[in-house]
C-alpha cells in the first residue's frame, strides 16, 4: 500500500524537467535581482519571466532590452540541456505583476 501511495506522489517526468529547467534559470535572476522576480514555465516552450515594472524602468530601455535578449539566451540554453537533440521554436514573455507583456521574444533550437 505505501509503495502505491510512494508511486502516485512523485513527480512526473514533466514536473522534473520543469523543476530542473527553473532551477537552472536562478542565476538569470541573481544577476538581475531586483527586475527579475520569478519565472514559470505554461508550456514546454515558453518561459514567462515576471518583473517588477519600476525596475525595469529605472534600469533604462537598452538594460531592459538586454535583460530580455540575455533571459532568451539563456533560457535557449536551459531548454537544450533537458531536451537534448529535440528542436523548437522557443517563446520569452516579460511580464508586470498583473500579466501585462512587456518584452517578448523567440528564438529557434
Same mark, same amino acid.
Given at each position: ?16 524537467? $520543469? ?10 535572476? #541573481? ?12 508550456? %514546454? $516552450? ?26 532568451? #539566451? ?19 514573455? $516579460?511580464? %508586470? ?11 529557434? $533550437?
Amino acid at each position: 500500500m505505501l509503495a502505491a501511495i510512494a508511486a502516485c506522489s512523485s513527480p512526473s517526468a514533466q514536473e522534473q524537467t $520543469t523543476a530542473a529547467e527553473l532551477a537552472a534559470l536562478a542565476p538569470l535572476k #541573481a544577476k538581475y535581482a531586483g527586475v527579475i522576480m520569478g519565472f514559470d514555465i505554461p508550456k %514546454d $516552450t515558453t518561459l514567462i519571466v515576471s518583473v517588477d515594472l519600476q525596475a525595469l524602468v529605472d534600469a533604462q530601455d537598452d538594460n531592459g532590452k538586454a535583460m530580455n535578449a540575455d533571459s532568451l #539566451a539563456h533560457w535557449r540554453t536551459v531548454w537544450l540541456a533537458q531536451h537534448p537533440h529535440e528542436h523548437a521554436t522557443l517563446q520569452l514573455r $516579460t511580464v %508586470d505583476f498583473r500579466g501585462n507583456l512587456i518584452l517578448a521574444g523567440s528564438t529557434k $533550437t
